[in-house]
């Protein structure tokens, strides 16, 4: 997509890995992408990895479009011909050829985040609905990011947003609500379709996940309610929403998950 190979630099990341530091840490599970209400179908799956169709420009602010990405013919024929490579899109979060990530988030999604205390040091895992060849739609994680530094765009410099606007980021080409941010780190997009990266049981309703065993044990914003969690480490995920945060504390087992889920992202 034609990013210089230092813009990680320039927007302060320190491109560390799961592990490099200490204390708790909080695993996020952040839905992105294409949907029925967001796109109008799943996402493909294309030479046998998960690329995930940014939603359509909502705001009316964003500079680039599908073609820009190179994804016009997938966003048609995945919403049905009612999108195509003219039609601006919401690049969020944005992944930079130098491994740099970025993620825009506001309103309460962000108050959500805010809340439970996320920043430097936490995990995004992005999931998305997805579609291969198959037929069965399911959601399954593409991506990740390893958070280095939030940016509040609603107080930062002009000279720091200045450096996002370079990137056509959305958020920072016009503020969304009132508490816009962008998390910036370590990240990687297009993940291979592996099974270990699915989340819906095979079979059956998209909202129907297997999840590690830890998952239950700490607990997941948005799913307190105990029918929800149906033993045999299979969860009943709740039909909106885009960030569900697990507080897994300062546990050595879900970090050594984490890297390994990482692993396959980045394989």
Known sequence: MGFRRNQAKSIGVALQGIGAKAGAMKIIFSRKGFDSSAGGGPSPIVDGRALSLPIPDGQRISRTTYGNLGLGGHAKRASRGKLSGRHRCHNDP????????????????????????????????????????????????FGFLDIERMVDLTTCSEAERAEFVALDHPHALGLHASNDAIYCGRGASNAPALDALRLTIPGENPSLWQVPAWLEEVGLSYHARETRWLGQGRLQSVARGQEFVADVGEREDVREWARSIIELIES
Do not use: Y
């Open 94 to 141: 944005m992944f930079l050829e130098s491994g740099a990530a970025m993620l825009g988030q506001c309103g309460a999604a962000q108050t959500h985040l805010a809340n439970h205390g996320v920043g430097p040091g936490d995990l995004f895992l992005f999931f998305g609905l997805f579609c291969g060849d198959d037929g069965d739609p399911h959601h399954r994680v």
